[in-house]
């Protein structure tokens, strides 16, 4: 183990100073001298020397080890010190890359454990033997990959102290037994993401305290779950499974209920709402993906409202009353017409998701949205027509891709200093880029892909400071699962937040995609710059010249395509030796001499390269007589070498598609903009004074 591992234990591995102290840390960060009873000294030398780890002395109980996010391996010892440490009540192995058939039985050893964390590893096996856990107050066995029943005699369900259970992301299959509704002290209850089937047993409304119940990503059926009475919910995700019937009224007079989402099941029917759902304190609801038609129902304290798939035919008049209103999605409805005046006027609106509708513009002035608190409409896939409407001047994010738009580029979108993103393609505009888009000082993403534009890049482009992006900079927040501990009234849990699903496990990268225009000019050298690019797509535009030789430094490009455009000269030998490249496509240019010869050359097919008649040599059944033709450098002049200077970004995106869109404008809503939103949805609040 290295020595940064070894700082990471000396800063969580804990005893206590007596028996009814809290939990203190090292004054040695790497000899680590802490409280303990001198017969647990032996024990804990010996479970030091396993982990190539720390020792410790004194008199009195240790109580807790903390070993999360230390990149430890292998299996675990089933005759290891570790289980011989019984005094612990705190065990920490979660974030980890242990491994083994199963969980050792002599956990069962550690009959004082109230807190075990072993999320995020690769555990599998069946439910582990933990029936002698007795005091077991919090369990956390997510993101691992346990498998089999929870049976009715499964040692969970003889755990009556327990308060937290986490099993999420696995792979259980089977019912959920009646005996669930032994564990009446459960607080939260997380199963989502496994493979449980069948009805939800009626003994879940046994489960009184329970405040958070996540059921999400199985295949449970039946009607909606007995909750009604459960009067400490707050949290209830249901999502993704296949209840059916209807929503219940009485689930509404919940008095502590702020998060409801069913989305993704065969719900029919409309919300019957309570009289007093004035009152109610519902702040978000979920309902997409059901066969429910009526949103004319709706708590008037709602801050995000999802309604997405949910054959909805008419804009619901319904939310001008939502004053609270922070989020609301209506994509991939039936709604036709326009956008009404009103919703502009909301005065907390943030993000409005009108993708996949039938919409045609903007009811009122054309001035309507200018003044509006809207940082990120997505109206892409309608029938949106006419010129690039007006927009906020809040505006971060605007997409409009797959409509019917004319024109140019208004002049007037370099006015709005706040635009991150602007997403324009498969419309009809024409014209040039504008040049003074190089006021757009936050400009990150430019998609103008597939539309009629002309001209050369601009220049100006340059200037537009967070189009630049260093090596070791992500261009997207990238999937990470963190947890955090919070201490109220002497108990400990922990909870979940996700981020953005961007590329889990991917390196930084960046994209250019200016394909299906009518660009012109040279590719410029300075290209070669763009080192964290792992795509560039020029293709389907009048490109000329030769292909620049710096190409071969992009060492972390995977997908290059340069098709149909008038490029000429050879293909530089470079290319040949990018480890990474995986698709190269340059057919239908004007292009001369032998093919380069590499491994990421000669396994592409043979029509990447089609339609130029003077190349020769593999994949291409035309032989090459003679010496290979050496790469022809490009002549420049001083205005070629100005002209480079717009491609000197780190991270312009142009063309990105219709998928990486919506899961942007989502993620970048909840991860950057309203970071609260996914405490809310996640994450337990501080508890209501009951």
């Not at 304190?281 to 309604?307: A, T, V």
């Not at 580029?409 to 040039?432: A, E, F, M, Q, V």
């Not at 990150?444 to 189009?467: E, F, H, I, W």
């Not at 590329?503 to 080192?531: C, H, M, R």
């Amino acid at each position: 183990m290295n020595t940064m591992c070894l700082h990471f234990l000396a800063l969580l591995l804990f005893c206590s100073v007596s028996s009814t102290s809290s939990l203190c840390s090292f004054q040695n960060p790497v000899v680590g001298l802490v409280a303990c009873r001198p017969h647990q000294i032996q024990a804990f030398n010996e479970f030091q020397n396993e982990f190539d780890t720390l020792h410790c002395d004194h008199s009195d109980p240790f109580n807790g080890v903390w070993l999360s996010y230390n990149h430890f391996s292998g299996t675990i010892n089933p005759n290891g010190s570790l289980f011989r440490l019984h005094q612990l009540r705190y065990l920490d192995l979660s974030h980890n890359n242990f491994i083994s058939s199963s969980l050792p039985s002599e956990f069962g050893n550690l009959n004082r454990l109230e807190y075990l964390y072993l999320s995020q590893n690769e555990f599998n096996g069946s439910f582990p033997l933990v029936g002698n856990l007795t005091k077991l107050v919090a369990l956390d066995l997510s993101y691992n990959r346990f498998s089999g029943t929870l049976s009715p005699n499964t040692s969970l369900f003889e755990l009556h102290h327990l308060s937290y259970v986490n099993l999420d992301f696995n792979m259980f299959s089977s019912s959920l037994p009646s005996e669930i509704g032994n564990l009446n002290r459960l607080e939260l209850l997380s199963l989502s993401s496994n493979n449980f089937f069948g009805q939800v047993p009626p003994t879940i409304s046994n489960l009184t305290s329970l405040t958070h119940l996540y059921l999400s990503q199985n295949k449970l059926t039946g009607n909606f779950p007995l909750v009604q009475n459960l009067t400490n919910l707050s949290f209830l995700i249901l999502s993704d499974n296949h209840f059916s019937g209807t929503i219940p009224s009485s689930l509404l007079t919940l008095p502590f209920l702020s998060f409801l989402e069913v989305r993704g099941n065969d719900l029919t029917g409309s919300i019957a709402f309570p009289n007093s759902s004035s009152s109610s304190g519902l702040e978000s609801l979920l309902l997409g993906n059901n066969n429910r038609s009526n949103s004319n129902m709706i708590p008037p304290n709602l801050e995000i409202l999802y309604l997405s798939s949910c054959r909805i035919s008419e804009f619901p008049n319904i939310l001008k009353i939502l004053k609270n209103l922070e989020f609301i999605d209506l994509s991939t409805n039936r709604i036709k017409g326009k956008v009404p005046q009103w919703l502009w006027s909301l005065p907390r609106l943030h993000t409005v998701a009108l993708s996949n509708n039938f919409l045609n513009g903007f009811a009122g002035p054309a001035e309507v949205s200018v003044n509006s608190s809207v940082k990120i409409l997505a109206m892409q896939q309608n029938r949106f027509e006419g010129t690039i409407p007006i927009l906020p001047l809040s505006i971060n994010i605007f997409s409009a891709q797959g409509n019917r738009f004319t024109g140019s580029i208004p002049l007037s979108i370099c006015d709005y200093k706040s635009i991150t993103h602007l997403l324009l393609p498969y419309n009809n505009l024409t014209g040039r880029i504008p040049q003074c888009l190089s006021n757009v000082t936050f400009l990150q993403m430019l998609d103008v892909a597939y539309n009629r534009l002309t001209g050369k890049l601009p220049r100006s482009l340059v200037n537009c400071s967070s189009l630049q992006m260093n090596e070791d900079e992500a261009l997207y927040t990238e999937f990470h699962r963190s947890n955090y501990r919070r201490k109220e009234d002497g108990e400990i849990y922990t909870f979940a937040i996700q981020r953005s699903n961007h590329g889990a496990n991917k390196s930084p990268y960046a994209t250019i995609d200016f394909s299906g225009n009518k660009l012109e000019g040279q590719i410029p050298e300075s290209i070669g710059v763009l080192k964290a690019l792992i795509a560039l797509n020029l293709s389907n535009n009048a490109f000329t010249g030769h292909i620049p030789l710096s190409l071969s430094n992009l060492g972390k490009l995977e997908s290059l395509d340069l098709s149909r455009n008038q490029l000429s000269g050879t293909i530089p030998n470079g290319i040949a030796s990018l480890s990474f490249l995986e698709y190269i496509d340059v057919s239908h240019n004007q292009l001369k001499g032998e093919i380069p010869k590499g491994t990421q050359i000669t396994g592409q097919p043979r029509s990447s390269f089609d339609g130029n008649a003077g190349l020769c040599g593999f994949p291409l059944d035309k032989s090459c007589f003679g010496t290979n033709v050496p790469p022809a450098q490009q002549p420049k002049d001083e205005d070629e070498e100005k002209e480079d200077k717009v491609l000197s970004w780190k991270a312009v995106v142009i063309g990105y598609g219709f998928g990486v869109l919506l899961g942007l404008t989502i993620a970048q809503l909840i991860a950057s903009y309203k970071p609260e939103w996914l405490i809310k949805i996640m994450c337990q609040r501080k508890r209501r004074n009951r």
